[in-house]
């Protein structure tokens, strides 16, 4: 029998992540007083915080560091973690972001150069593509989910005859760019969904994202976070605390617990090494929510070269996928040939623009993240026939350095976020808040935190921030009601 | 005292624009057959059939065809007008029309040849400022409205600091295009209305829009349309039938008035020569709503010249006014200093793809449409300076041919289309509706039609269609409810 140590605290975090650490950073500052240091702690299942938020500082040959995580501030102008970094002085925006949204030079297999976006009007085709997709499925609500794939087919049907050649030859090969934003293969990806709007420009965080959390936990007093403390289990069965267990003995009673851990580890079998044991069971309508929402794997690859060989003078490069690549969601057990994949890269020789970088960092989807993070050494097999055209066919020297993000080889994250299949309920976000539809009332003592309890800025790291901040707010809002009565 | 002939008819149509044609062929051509011919009557005002499509045939020195009004096939993806025209074989695809919208050239005072707009992420910052507008107005709905440029300011003074030099140099000038959509000034322009959405690309009609109006005439009975009827009052105060007098002294007694006249003349006092006059007056909550709904002056000016001088590779340009041009809205008297406003030219060496044809056609806003249209001598005077940055500094040739649209000088046009104010309401075109919060159950017989009426391709032929389609239905359900009981 292992030896238990047995805390009583007033909130348990569950995850170090941007939020849950929001979470306990915002019950410990506020202005109320209410919960002492001693009252808030975080268990942190792996040696580090941070969670999906990876700023890379010891991989570079060239001694840069490299976000293997979130990267990019989305939804720029109602995006709250910029705003107060901006007001707080810790990013400054002049030299820590770049607006990398110069439009994506695009490059396919055929073609020699880049494609001539504009005078080939492609971009006008696929904004088109976006808003049938649109119209499609929300003049009539009920109308059936599929894949993006399939929807651009009912597009061609109708619409095909209005296209150039050279429309039809390259439009629906640009749309797979959606894999990068989604982390899986266009065949997964729910068309209903695919189709997002953003509050403003993407700002690429050229700081590291690490900063963000280092912040954080210096708000926080020393011990509150508790490393390698894998959840193992969360009894709920008794009215006046929660008992929360880790599987190192740690054991827990806390009057709230906040669930930061990632909505696969959540989807994961109670009886799992890395699962969740509820006692009581998770509620019917909770796991059928749980079903109804997927989980993708965007990964990275950077490739480090001794010079900058490629143009300097473009954001982001794309180099489409063939047109009839099959079945892409397929697992794969060796490289697929090339061209199966639209590969997207950031340019670090130009979103560096105080000081360019001898690198390209890649995107990377399901299934080939998952095969290209298990097999770093087999990336630049893949890819370098895709990026020699950004060289216009001349020689392309090797990399000397291959960084490739983790994600879907760590236990504790197994993916990236949040990515709906043709089917998933977007509304089963909703059930994460804990209302009356949520997890349920008789239950409200156990808090879902994360990007995918977000309803603004899913997926993002704002919207994991502000996660944090509602659920620390209820609980505040909670204990006034309690001490008012 | 003028002789007075009185007629019998079930629908009196006033206007044989597109939506009164439309009308009153659906009603003429339904199955059910409830109409013989002789019981509709569309009066025109003018000597000529079409409203605002206006395709010119005889103006040009080249031969070439002109559309004075509309001419674009907007919304294409859901645009029934040109879905029918394609059906019915009347509209050829690939030689009929022409998608114009390659990103728009576009060039300055300051600078010699065209902007890198992608280079300068011009575009990026201009669709932000779009989305800032509607996040300010529809985040709190009650948000007061203003105009563009003081909206501008307001995204200027939170988000100014987030721009490049270049971009703060040019993107609110480069907003200023928005007046070639309303055909009023940006000072002039509802900040909270101005953002549109499209469903679907911009189909340039270069067949020219005439064969619309010719095949809906070609549906009616010979006599239907009677020209020069300009409409002088209505009378509802008889239960039994409406009566409608015209200046020239005919007289109809009407079971449904159908009024595709266009918002210009409803706006008119009924003491006004060109007014109509209503018995009873018409009801407080219309006036109102007349009041709430303001109309532009969308106009053209084509220069005609012996050969091509200009870039023959762009659809579009747009030569952006100087940055601090004043109060434009101002009534003009003589021909503004150059840069004033914006200047934006369809390239019909380009849009014309398969006959290229030497001749700009450029768009203009009130208050500058409103005096070149009285004093087209002057539009080459006024648009020289602009158009010769089209030529990277060498000489341009004058023109052998300027042809303006007679908008603003037509006093049964007066304008073009409806252009919302700040502070005007966009659910005032509700009110055109004939259901209890529109024109009123008392005056159901009164049906109101024409783009100014219409929820969906408002300002479009499209839209004007389908509000005749609309009201022909209504009208023909009323007669089968009748009949039924």
Known sequence: MTQMTVVDVEVCVVGAGVSGLKCAHALVNDKSNKFSPSDIVVLEAQQRIGGRILTDTSSS??????????????????????????????????????????????????DDGPLDMDGLKINRVVEEMEKFIEIHFFENLGTEDMSLPQILVKYMEKYGSRLTT??????????????????????????????????????????????????????????????????????????SYVEVETTSGLKLKTRYVVLSVPLSILKLEPSHPYGISWNPPLPKKMSKALDSLHFGALGKVIFEFDTVWWPTDQDRFLILPKANAGNVKKELDDIPPPYTYPTFAVNYAAVHHKNPRASLVLLTQAPLTNYLEANPEKAWTYYKPMLSKLAKGSNVPDPINTITSPWTQNPYARGSYVALHPGDEAEGINHFLGTDNGYGPGDERIRFVGEHTALEGAGCVHGAYMSGQREAQWILDEWKQKASL
């Open 61 to 110: 040959k060239h001694g840069y560091s490299y976000d293997l995580g979130a990267a990019w501030f989305h939804d720029s102008l109602t995006n709250v973690v910029l705003q107060e970094s901006i007001d707080d002085g810790s990013f400054n925006f002049d030299t820590d972001g770049y607006y990398d949204d110069k439009d994506i030079a695009v490059y396919a297999e055929e």
């Open 166 to 239: 050279q429309q039809k030859k390259y439009c629906e090969r640009v749309t797979r760019y959606y894999e990068l934003w989604d982390g899986i293969s266009w065949d997964q990806i729910s068309a209903k969904f695919c189709v997002m709007d953003h509050n403003g420009r993407n700002l690429y965080n050229i700081k590291g994202y690490d900063f963000v959390i280092q912040k954080l936990a210096a708000g926080l007093p020393e011990g509150t976070v508790r490393k390698n403390q894998q959840i193992k289990s969360i009894d709920t069965s008794n009215a």
